[in-house]
Every structure is written in structure tokens, then in C-alpha cells.
């Protein structure tokens, strides 16, 4: 008991006073914690009602940007990690001891990409941070001990997994696929291409709502996740395999109304939006640190 209350204290030290939701009062907003480039590393929170529900990756500074937006890990439903790279997952282990000085009384899922023989899979990257025996963070063990007492408990989860164990085909890459689902907001998710690491697109149903979140190309369901998407949120960061003037294609046979990107990087932007205008015909704009949009 000792223990947990000093590493509660420790891990409040470094907090910021926390500022009032910059979002407005519509209620679905989604905000950049981090748009990437030379910021915080990509990171984007959903609120519902004023309170902060789904956290889509947590990369470098994004843990700060979280506090900064007045956000609260004790609100959220579920975090989403596109892939297991440092700038979508470095900043987990600060978001995780900073929940200490909070009163979250339920677990918090997390899901994630399956692994392969290059990267772990997301259960596996979960256990190998905060397993209380093996873990490079183990004095936070508690988030995944069975045996301890705390109802406030990480869940991690790899998108797909159960569908494999239950003896259906091995390839989820080809699917879209279901993930958390409660009262307030339903999730789903595509694998895409990314090199030789698993990662996903997202997608976020809330209300009447629906937010994408896309990286890299897919096959035809990637067209089928984002389609009629209220709001698609793109990183331009791999131009090689989801260039500009693919997005825009994408976007517009998709039927999306509006399109937000990053990162911003010294002189992408221009070149960018004229390549986009090109080819979509809804509204299209660069996101920037704690910035909010309205679906």
C-alpha cells in the first residue's frame, strides 16, 4: 500500500495543471495530440459529451498533449495502436503510471496488431512492459497480476486473434474486422501494408458518427472501412505506399466529407492540398497540436 501511494505521488509530480477540454460542445470531437513531423508524435483523442473516450496511439509527447487537452485516463473506454512502432506506443508507460493519481475503478482495453516473426504482437508488447515478474516496467505488474486486487487493469488485445482461435482462415488482412464495442461507441479495423510490421487503419462509430484513421494502402476493405466516413484522418508519413493523390482517390469513392492530415512538415503542405484538391472534392486541412475538429 506504501508503494502505491509513493508511486502515485511520483508519477502526479510531473503532471501540469490540467487545462478545461479545448473541444467544443458538439458531441463528437476529435483532437491531435500529436500531428507527428517536428511535434508530438501522432496520437488523436475521440470525446463524446465532453469527456475524452477513445485514444488512437500514444507516441512520443503525446502523454503530456493528453494532460494539456485536460483529458483524463479514468474517461477512457479504449486505446487503439495502428502499430507497435516508438511513435504510436512510446509514451504508454508514461499515460499508464500518470493514471495512478486518477481513481479509474475498471479495466482499460487496448487492442491492438497481431505479431509476426518481426514484431510482437500487441498482448505480447503489453506483457513484456508491465508483466510484475519479466516486464521492463514490472513495478507497475499490478496493471496485468491476476492475482492482485485492483479493478483497474490493462486488457490487451490483438485484432483478430479470436477469430483464429476459433479455427476460422488466417487471414485477417482481408477483412474488416471487429473490435471494442460499449454503449457509446463501436470500433473496427483493417490490416494494412507497413513494411515487414502489422498495423491497422481504424475506424470509430460514434452516434452517427464515423471517424477513420488510415496510414498506409490496404486492399478493397480498406475502401469499405472508411466509406461514408464523416471524418478521415490521414499521416502522410509514407508516401511510398499511400502517396497524397491516393488518399484523395480513396476519399472521394469513399464518399468521405472531410479529410484532416499530417504530419506538417516544412514545405509538405502545399504540395500536398493542391495534390488532394485535385482528385477530392470535400474539405481538406493539416491538423495541428490540440487541435479539434468536428465530424
Known amino acids: 500500500m506504501i508503494a502505491r501511494i509513493v508511486m502515485v505521488l511520483l508519477s502526479s509530480a510531473w503532471m501540469p495543471a490540467v487545462a478545461a477540454p479545448a473541444c467544443g460542445t458538439a458531441p463528437v470531437q476529435i483532437q491531435a495530440l ?3 513531423g517536428q511535434r508530438a508524435a501522432g496520437a488523436y483523442l475521440v470525446w463524446i459529451d465532453g469527456k475524452p473516450r ?23 473506454d479504449v486505446i487503439l495502436l495502428t502499430r507497435l512502432h516508438v511513435d504510436r506506443t512510446a509514451d504508454l508507460p508514461v499515460l ?4 495512478l493519481a486518477e481513481n479509474r475503478d475498471r479495466p482499460l482495453p487496448l487492442y491492438g496488431p497481431s505479431g509476426n516473426k518481426f514484431m510482437p504482437s500487441t498482448v505480447t508488447f503489453v506483457r513484456a ?3 510484475n515478474t519479466r516486464g521492463a516496467y514490472r513495478y507497475l505488474g499490478n ?14 488485445n490483438d485484432v483478430g486473434e479470436e477469430r483464429r482461435r476459433l479455427g476460422a482462415r488466417r487471414a485477417p488482412d482481408q477483412d474488416i474486422l ?4 460499449d454503449e457509446r461507441l463501436r470500433t473496427s479495423a483493417v490490416y494494412v501494408a507497413h513494411g515487414s510490421a502489422p498495423a491497422l487503419a481504424w475506424r470509430v462509430d460514434a452516434g452517427t458518427k464515423g471517424i477513420a484513421f488510415i496510414e498506409d ?8 472501412l472508411v466509406k461514408n466516413a464523416d471524418l478521415l484522418i490521414v499521416n502522410l508519413s509514407a508516401p511510398a505506399t499511400m502517396p497524397s493523390s491516393a488518399v484523395a482517390r480513396l476519399a472521394q469513392t469513399a464518399g468521405v466529407k472531410r479529410l484532416v492530415l499530417s504530419p506538417r512538415l516544412p514545405g509538405n503542405e502545399t504540395e ?3 495534390s488532394i484538391k485535385k482528385h477530392f472534392a470535400g474539405l481538406v486541412a493539416f491538423a495541428g497540436d490540440l487541435e479539434c475538429f468536428t465530424p
Open 34 to 36: 500529436g500531428p507527428g
Open 54 to 76: 477513445a485514444l488512437i496511439d500514444i507516441g512520443t509527447g503525446a502523454a503530456l498533449r493528453f494532460r494539456e487537452a485536460g483529458a483524463n485516463v479514468a474517461d477512457l
Open 96 to 99: 499508464v503510471e500518470s493514471s
Open 129 to 131: 512492459l508491465f508483466d
Open 143 to 156: 496493471f496485468l497480476n491476476p492475482l492482485a486486487k485492483d479493478t483497474y487493469k490493462l486488457r490487451p
Open 178 to 181: 471487429s473490435a471494442f464495442a
Open 217 to 224: 494502402s490496404g486492399s478493397g476493405s480498406l475502401e469499405r
Open 272 to 274: 500536398a492540398l493542391d
